[in-house]
């Protein structure tokens, strides 16, 4: 079972910051926080990751509170390209070394 | 750099026959895994490759499903016989690094079992 929540969808603006949430309370020291989206038909895309420290790159930033139960994935400035189903997963540590487990997901949608 | 390449991209076959999935991975990449989507569920983990060996089998569904990695390269994934409740989409990453860092996803392969 994933091991976090999401909300269901979201809607945000073009050009404006989307913030997608996510919570992962039962997130165990040696876990980390990974991103990926999946645009219609394609497979999955990574987007970024974290462990305990706010990341940055040239896609997105992923905000992480200090006690790290939860997160937060902002796309500074999003296009409608961007568009997509969103899934923040928990793991790389420990026996799920390897494997990512998806949930649900957020789906994104942005509009003119 | 080439990403990571699944064939075929459609396969529709009826119940009770075999079809072949193959997924040829990121040149380097020791790391390869097999997901699927099956209908209105999650994408869910089915195996993980180191090379050649297999590292993580637990959630290949049944003793239909066979998965090889000649020489560590391409891989195969063999459903025989096919029932209906394969159908979905068969995806494929690869990874130069163990673990969840930037795996590499194919587009995938829609299998539709009628």
């Not at chain 1, 020291?29 to 394609?42: D, T």
Request: with cysteine.
């Amino acid at each position: 079972d994933a091991k976090t929540t999401q909300p269901t969808s979201m809607d945000c603006a073009e050009g404006r910051a989307a913030n997608l949430p996510c919570n992962h309370s039962t997130i165990s020291g040696n876990e980390y926080v990974y991103w990926y989206r999946q645009i219609h038909s394609q497979g999955p895309q990574y987007i970024i990751h974290g462990l305990k420290n706010n990341e940055t790159n040239e896609m997105a930033s992923l905000i992480i509170t200090e006690d790290r139960k939860s997160s937060t994935l902002i796309l500074p400035h999003a296009t409608l390209r961007d568009t997509a189903v969103y899934y923040c997963i928990v793991g790389g540590g420990g026996t799920s070394y390897g494997k990512l487990t998806f949930g649900q997901g957020t789906i994104l949608t942005v509009h003119p | 750099e080439a990403g990571v390449t699944q064939f075929p991209s459609h396969s529709v076959i009826e119940k009770g026959q075999t079809v072949t999935l193959r997924c040829d991975p990121i040149s380097g990449h020791d790391n390869l895994y097999w997901y699927r989507r099956v209908m209105g569920k999650e994408i869910k983990f089915l195996l993980h490759f180191v090379k050649e060996s297999k590292q993580d089998e637990s959630g290949m569904p049944n003793n239909r499903f066979l998965a090889e990695r000649t020489g560590g390269t391409y891989s195969t994934l063999k459903v025989q016989p096919a029932e209906l409740e394969d159908s979905g989409v068969y995806f494929c990453a690869s990874s130069q690094e163990r673990g969840s860092h930037g795996y590499t996803f194919g587009s995938g392969t829609r299998l539709t079992v009628v």
